[in-house]
């Protein structure tokens, strides 16, 4: 055990590319076991707050914790074996290669192989020996979350893991992602564009607006706020 609350945790992340600030002064902090929803706008940074977290950016300043411990230091490599897994908004996955190897080619970079179990818990089992290529849009999006997963990650930062799913498979989705984090004790940050995935399975929705937060709260207070309706919800709240 540690004495920090946080499982992760941004303090005053900025960056800017030329005068621009994507991302502005953004504090986050992420307690153990929690799925925090992260929305906002298309350009809100949202991206960048994920590519900061994770180590992808250059030139940012600010700091980056883990269970209290600074990773700032670190590459995204380094952040991976420290356990911190990341997914991305558009597809990761090499279509020539089966399931099977992807899965175990991510499970190298993760300090322990789990491969079977993740690919059993994601549905993956009976198709590990098909190309990504052959197999459905849905699968390949269990695939990309099922990369993530391996070597059960203490923080997973996924970005829009529905993308493309129908309301049907995103609930799926967000089943399995909201079972498997409560049994593994995982910490979640999930930016999602599907506001029934986010309220569906976020204890906490963090707004992101122009690089800068302009809301956290509970799902039920983040729905109340003007912005988040006229953005997501439509002119009802209801
Ligand atoms: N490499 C870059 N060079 C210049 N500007 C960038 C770069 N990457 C991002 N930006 C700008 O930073 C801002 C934030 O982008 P970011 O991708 O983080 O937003 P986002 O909230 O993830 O958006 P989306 O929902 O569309 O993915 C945008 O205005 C974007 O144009």
Known sequence: MTASTFAIEGVGMTRRFGGFAALDGVSLAVPHG?????????????????????????NWSGKVAMDGRDISGLGAVERRRAGLARSFQRTNIFPDLTIDEQVR?????????????VMAELGLTELAHRRAADVSYGDQRRLDLALALVGRPRVLL????AAGLSMQESMVLAGILRDLAGRWGVTVLLVEHDMEV?????????????????????????????????????????
């Open 34 to 58: 929690e799925i925090r929803g992260l929305i906002g706008p298309n350009g809100a940074g949202k991206s960048t707050l994920m590519d900061v977290l994770s180590g992808r950016a250059q």
């Open 198 to 238: 986010i309220f569906s399975i976020c204890s906490r929705v963090t707004v992101l607006h122009l690089g800068k937060i302009l809301a956290d709260g509970t799902p039920d207070e983040i729905r109340r706020i003007p912005e988040v309706i006229t953005a997501y919800l439509g002119s009802s709240v209801e």
């Open 158 to 161: 996924l970005d829009e893991p």
């Open 105 to 117: 080619l991510a499970a190298a970079t993760a300090e322990q192989d789990n491969s079977d179990e």
